[in-house]
């Protein structure tokens, strides 16, 4: 059974930094899967934020976050991380992570993506 796992949310002050982690378990990571971070803001749509290609590390972003959010993987851990920078109130959201784990559809269309984690919290004040 495959496991999305995310961590490291909470309420943090505009223009400080914060680092989510999704661990994965029950997953056998091919060629083709990409790790997907997404988020949905209250009364929006989720949306793709960035995602990384397990095998070779090449990494996506939406173009709204380019910049200010890192995404990256330590294999050894089946976990990938997010890094947000200079935290702006527009980025509070429930951050999900997902995998993608074949060639079609694109990396950033939520239907891609086969496997969800439950979200985690992140709330900005100004």
């Known amino acids: 059974q495959v496991q999305l796992v995310e961590s490291g949310g909470g309420l943090v002050q505009a223009g400080t930094s914060l680092r989510l982690s999704c661990a994965a378990s029950?997953?056998?990571?091919?060629?083709?899967?990409?790790m997907g971070w997404f988020r949905q803001a209250p009364g929006k749509e989720r949306e793709f934020v960035a995602g990384?290609?397990?095998?070779?590390?090449?990494?996506y972003y939406a173009d709204s976050v380019k910049g200010r959010f890192t995404i990256s993987r330590d294999n050894g851990k089946d976990t990938v991380y997010l890094t947000i920078n200079s935290l702006k109130p527009e980025d509070t959201a429930v951050y999900y992570c997902?995998?993608?784990?074949?060639?079609?559809?694109?990396?950033?269309?939520?239907?891609?993506?086969?496997?969800w984690g439950q979200g985690t919290q992140v709330t900005v004040s100004s």
């Open positions: 997902a995998i993608k784990n074949d060639w079609s559809g694109s990396y950033d269309s939520l239907p891609a993506y086969r496997y």
């Open positions: 029950g997953f056998s990571f091919s060629s083709s899967a990409i």
């Open positions: 990384i290609l397990w095998s070779g590390g090449t990494t």
